[in-house]
Every structure is written in C-alpha cells, then in structure tokens.
C-alpha cells in the first residue's frame, strides 16, 4: 500500500492566533529531572551522574489548543446542547472509532472565492468525479489554503461550506467532513461583515452550528490533499487523539491507497 500524509504539523515557529509554546528538556536536564522525580515520588536516591554521558532521555513540553495542526472536531465543540438524541453532545473520545477510517472523497474547491460554497456547488462537483456518495464516506475539501498554513493569510483567506451544502452531505450518510483550510466556515471577517450589512443571523458559523442540530465531526487544517492521484479511490484514516471531556482532538491524518 501507499501512504500519503494528510496533515499539518505542530510548529511553534508558525504564526497562530494562539501561539505555540513548544519547550525542550535536554537528555542532560531529563537525566536530572528523573533524579529529582524518583526522589520526590518514591524516595529513592539516584545519581545521574552514572549514566552514558550523564543523559538520559529528552522531554517535550507543549502548550496549546486542540484546534492547533490537524485536528478533529467533535459535537460538543459546536455548543453545549444539541437538538437530537439525548440533548448532550458528544466529546472527542466517547465517537465510534468506525466514523475515522472509511472510503475517501475529495471536492475541489479551489476556484471559488473567500466565503462560503453552497449545496449546489458540491453537488455539481460530484457530478463532474462522477460520484455518488454512500453513507462512510469521508469528504474532504480541498480549497488550496493548506499553501498559506504558518502564516497569518492562512486564518483569512480560504472557502468553507454554508449551512445548505453541510446539510447536503449529512443527507447522503457523512459523518466526517474535511477541510484543508482553517474552519470549515467561511473566514470570521466575511462572516461578520456578511451579518452586520443584512441582520441575517444564519451568515454566523451556519456549518459549525449544524453540529448542534445534526451529529457529525469535522476535520480541520489538512495538507497534501493535492498530492492525492484521484478524487476518490483511497481510504482514510484519521483518529483523534483520546482526550477526555475534549470538543476536539488531534490526528494525524493519512489516505491509504492500494500499491
């Protein structure tokens, strides 16, 4: 089999709106850190001293937010209550695993504008592959702004879904929708000035609130979906990371191909 990277690193060096914070313990530092741990924890004495080089193993520290590289968002990221089953969403680590590993669909997006497209053009994108989507399906959208990922262009220019083409692909059995862009809304600026010029309510976050009526998961901030040979024909795999309680967790994505 063949497998192709579909996600964006964690880089402290990028520019996030909320920074990365990416501390390095030094094998020499680990070495002292274990000394003072196993005294502390357990009261055993050790010198470090007497190891190969006086290190031991180096420790990374990371301060950040479930929704920094590639990540999933799950139900309860998308409001405290919801408008089916029970009422109460569900977190990262409590969805079927079944839902992170299935047939792969790519939509190219990248011809249209900022702002968001609609049920129409997903549709006549399917019809152009030639595509019927079939419940498991896992749709990811590729709209081109994975290439600004690191700088601040990447959180303002993109194209998302609006609340009819979200709606669309849950019709047809989708439960994970992708994105190589940074939401899978339009940009927070289109969709604020978009409110203020009309009073229209629904132009806020129409595919993130979509969550609160129906259950589905996204995945955010995807790379290489351009490397993929062909708009379908691959599987992928995308679990989050188990986080207790969490709206989102991370993943690295991949699609896997036949050899």
């Given at each position: 089999?063949r497998i192709i990277d579909l996600s964006t690193p964690i880089d402290a060096a990028g520019w996030e709106p909320e ?9 020499a530092e680990g070495a002292k850190h274990m000394s003072e741990e196993m005294l502390e924890h357990f009261g055993l ?186 708009p379908t024909g691959f599987t992928v795999s995308c679990f989050p990371v188990k986080i207790t309680g969490a709206g ?12």
């Amino acid at each position: 089999m063949r497998i192709i990277d579909l996600s964006t690193p964690i880089d402290a060096a990028g520019w996030e709106p909320e920074p990365v914070e990416h501390r390095i313990m030094s094998a020499a530092e680990g070495a002292k850190h274990m000394s003072e741990e196993m005294l502390e924890h357990f009261g055993l004495e050790f010198d470090p001293s007497v190891l190969p080089d006086g290190e031991l193993l180096t420790i990374d520290t990371l301060t950040l937010t479930t929704h920094t590289g590639t990540h999933i968002d799950a139900p309860s990221h998308y409001g405290s209550a919801a408008r089916y089953g029970d009422g109460r969403p569900r977190h990262v680590d409590e969805l079927p695993l079944e839902w992170f590993h299935g047939p792969g669909v790519v939509l190219d997006l990248g011809g249209a504008e900022p702002g968001a497209v609609d049920a129409a053009h997903l549709r006549r994108e399917l019809d152009r592959i030639g595509h019927t989507l079939a419940p498991g399906d896992i749709v990811l959208l590729r709209t081109g702004a994975s290439r600004l990922a690191g700088t601040p262009e990447y959180f303002s220019r993109f194209t998302g879904l609006d609340g009819s083409a979200v709606h669309f692909l849950l019709d047809q059995g989708v439960r994970v929708i992708g994105t190589d862009a940074f939401s899978l809304d339009a940009p927070f600026r289109i969709m604020i000035e978009g409110y203020r010029e009309t009073g229209d309510r629904s132009l806020l976050w129409p595919a993130h609130f979509a969550g609160r009526e129906r259950e589905y998961c996204q995945i955010e901030r995807l790379a290489h979906l351009e490397d993929l040979p062909a708009p379908t024909g691959f599987t992928v795999s995308c679990f989050p990371v188990k986080i207790t309680g969490a709206g989102a967790g991370w993943t690295r994505a991949v699609a896997v191909l036949p050899a």
